[in-house]
């Protein structure tokens, strides 16, 4: 599985962008797609995943702000950031995880920098 993101980039405060993860490959029909971010000194968190039936779930840090969904018919994630602030400053990654038949695979995209100026 490949997963292309689109180009993050920088935004003033209080602005807003949108991220997208576009998978090919062999995506299976069960799966999770989720973003991840990594601020410069820390560790990489989950900030918003969603599974292939809809159901969504988002660090307490960006409820409200940012929404996550996706197209199945295009295997691709959406990740709609509003009412950004400095310290969602961070390398954006995507990230999907697959079940079939019992096994676990997951695949991680190529980062993506998303700047917000104060």
């Known amino acids: 599985v490949q997963l292309q993101a689109s180009r993050g980039g920088l935004v003033q405060g209080g602005g807003s962008m949108r991220l997208s993860c576009a998978a090919s490959g062999s995506v299976f029909s069960l799966n999770v797609m989720g973003w991840y971010r990594q601020a410069p000194e820390k560790q990489r968190e989950l900030v918003a995943g969603i599974t292939s039936g809809g159901i969504t779930n988002y660090a307490d840090s960006v409820k409200g702000r940012f929404t996550i969904s996706r197209d199945n018919t295009k295997n691709t994630a959406y990740l709609q950031m509003n009412s950004l602030k400095p310290e969602d400053t961070a390398i954006y990654y995507c990230?999907?995880?697959?079940?079939?038949?019992?096994?676990?695979?997951?695949?991680w995209g190529q980062g993506t920098l998303v700047t917000v100026s104060s």
């Open positions: 990230n999907i995880v697959q079940y079939r038949l019992g096994v676990r695979r997951e695949y």
